[in-house]
């Protein structure tokens, strides 16, 4: 059903659905926009498919059989063809019997809406300034996994002492640009593949398991503030990564080891950004630390990759660059800076896609 789901979405980008009215009443801002509500369920269907825990197809047609009374029986017949088909014939045997003109479609613009506040936005947002990290930060870096491990367990210093078990576990230098932490003013900042801030949002966390099943969400809720989703990184490489969505890392299989390979969002053909050293394809020198054996040779695989699958859905519908664009409204913004992550800031995006048919 996910080929039938594509070919339906396909269509649906010449309908004049939402962002694509705003492309045209946008003004000078318009070429900074996408028509992405088919293109970001579309892309997400195709991410969708590589987890066999997914359901995301099938609340794409339980919203799709709403939008028309006719969609229930058409839907069930598409699901009975033995043999793949083109698809204009997948888009015939649904619409048989149907106007698309007497169509609403809200349904499934309202996923499109949830899909891309509480999955794109909570996801890829800048974390909350946690704690600061204290003047006797180096003596936690010489404190044993057992220090540690308490420290935490007492509630001191939680953020320090999970970047100090990130220097036991990586090494002293940022992984993706070399530069030694605590030298020239290189300092590390903690960066997740999934931000802390999804912590209590259970729309989210409703989204992480149908794109990626519950086997997956359970573990993103498990070690989310723990080593497995964090790494260490100088603040070049921070930014592109959480800010505008550059690089990710992707988790590569096979019978005898994990390899963490940088992958490039933009420009894939090039070094970088900025003064990261890697290529796209290149592995990521995780697991260089003192004491790897205990602590693991690098970041949760499942994790990482669904970083991957998320970053990959938003840039290649064109999400991010609207995401990025809110960013920069927010900061330049006379109002007080509303933190992207937040429930009201899901709340206030949800109701202004609605009411204003889908323009931001």
């Not at 519908?317 to 937040?342: E, M, N, R, T």
């Amino acid at each position: 059903m996910d080929k039938h789901a594509l070919a339906v979405l396909a269509a649906a980008e010449s309908w004049g659905w939402p962002f694509t009215q705003h492309i045209e009443r946008s003004g000078e801002q318009g070429d900074r926009y996408t028509a992405v509500t088919a293109k970001l369920l579309s892309c997400c269907i195709t991410e969708s498919t590589a987890y066999s825990g997914s359901t995301f197809v099938d609340q794409f047609w339980r919203e799709f059989e709403k939008c028309h009374p006719k969609f229930l029986t058409n839907v069930r017949r598409l699901e009975y063809l033995l043999t793949p088909v083109p698809p204009e014939i997948s888009l015939s045997v649904l619409f048989e019997g149907v106007d698309r003109n007497t169509v609403n479609f809200d349904p499934v613009i309202q996923m499109a809406v949830e899909l891309f506040t509480h999955l794109g936005v909570a996801c890829t947002c800048e974390q909350e300034s946690g704690e600061s990290t204290p003047d006797s930060f180096s003596q936690l870096a010489l404190m044993n996994a057992e220090q540690l491990i308490q420290m935490i367990a007492d509630g001191r210093h939680k953020q320090a002492a999970l970047q100090s078990f990130l220097f036991k576990r990586d090494g002293d230098s940022c992984v993706l640009t070399t530069a030694p932490f605590g030298q020239d003013g290189v300092d590390p900042i903690l960066t997740r593949m999934i931000p802390n801030s999804i912590h209590g949002k259970p729309h989210t966390l409703e989204y992480i398991a149908m794109l990626a099943g519950t086997e997956v969400r359970n573990l993103v809720v498990e070690h989310l503030n723990g080593i497995g989703n964090a790494m260490n990184l100088e603040w070049n490489a921070q930014a592109t990564y959480e800010s505008r969505l550059y690089w990710t890392i992707f988790i590569e299989y096979n019978l005898v080891q994990v390899t963490y390979t940088f992958r490039k969002l933009l420009r894939s053909n090039h070094p970088g950004p900025g003064l990261i050293r890697l290529r796209d394809g290149d592995e990521v020198p995780f697991g260089k630390g003192k004491d790897v054996g205990r602590l693991g040779g690098g970041p949760l695989p499942a994790l990482c990759n669904l970083r991957y699958s998320i970053c990959r859905i938003l840039r290649m519908s064109g999400a991010a660059d609207i995401i990025a664009q809110l960013k920069d409204d927010a900061d330049d913004s006379d109002f007080p800076h509303v933190y992207l992550a937040s429930t009201d800031f899901a709340n206030i995006l949800t109701a202004k896609l609605l009411l204003n048919s889908g323009q931001i």
